[in-house]
């Protein structure tokens, strides 16, 4: 497992990245990146960790809006590749991660 530096919302992240999944991981930062930005800019939320929060909500809320595949409920797609098994845990345990440097515990408020 590699690791791989990103920025997201101007902050640098040191995230673990499986061999190959670089430019899967790339394209996760730029969605993230993108839709917090989003957020920021219209001014309407300050706090960083709101910003995240919103941005996984939206995040979450579209690919819940795509149709379901033949082979897995709701897969998601980013950047128009399928994600695999070792893909989705790997974006799982960035947002473990995540979590951990946000202070999240998986509540809202």
Do not use: F, W
């Amino acid at each position: 497992m590699k690791q791989m530096e990103v920025t997201i919302l101007g902050q640098s992240y040191l995230l673990a990245c499986p061999e190959g999944g670089e430019a899967l991981l790339q394209a996760a930062v730029r969605l993230v990146d993108d839709e917090m930005s989003a957020i920021r800019d219209a001014g309407k939320v300050k706090a960083r960790e709101r910003m995240a929060v919103l941005a996984a909500l939206n995040l979450a809320y579209q690919l819940a809006e795509r149709p379901a595949t033949p082979q897995r409920q709701a897969a998601p797609d980013v950047a128009d590749k399928s994600l695999d098994a070792e893909a989705t845990a790997s974006l799982d345990r960035m947002i473990d991660r995540l979590d951990g440097v946000l202070g999240g515990d998986g509540h809202l408020l």
